[in-house]
């Protein structure tokens, strides 16, 4: 069973910063992309940064320049060091990851429960 276990949100003044980390454990063969998305409430759920397995990043217009996204495979665990922080930053948090159980089962995404970003101006 594949788990992806999340933490580092808080509450935070407007201009502050935080660091998310996520965990993914138990039993899988590899993982590729990692990337953590926001929910904002009567929000879709929105990507704010994904990182391939080689390091290469992508993030949302609305965070470039402020979050950066990092990984450590040998511990499988992905990063989000948000800096600069919006109110309209507040959301839940998700981390994603692309990963395969088997060599012979497809790739799929997987979900961490979510951790609670608040910014207060």
């Known amino acids: 069973q594949v788990q992806l276990v999340e933490s580092g949100g808080g509450l935070v003044q407007a201009g502050g910063s935080l660091r998310l980390l996520c965990a993914a454990s138990?039993?899988?063969?590899?993982?590729?992309?990692m990337g953590w998305y926001r929910q904002a409430p009567g929000k879709q759920r929105e990507l704010v940064a994904t990182?391939?397995?080689?390091?290469?990043?992508n993030y949302a217009d609305s965070v470039k320049g402020r979050f950066t996204i990092s990984r450590d495979n040998a511990k499988n665990t992905v990063y989000l060091q948000m800096n600069s922080l919006k109110p309209e930053d507040t959301a839940v948090y998700y981390c994603?990851?692309?990963?395969?159980?088997?060599?012979?089962?497809?790739?799929?995404?997987?979900w961490g429960q979510g951790t609670q970003v608040t910014v207060s101006s």
């Open positions: 138990g039993s899988f063969f590899s993982i590729n992309a």
């Open positions: 994603n990851a692309r990963l395969r159980l088997t060599v012979s089962i497809k790739e799929s995404d997987y």
């Open positions: 990182i391939s397995f080689g390091g290469s990043t």
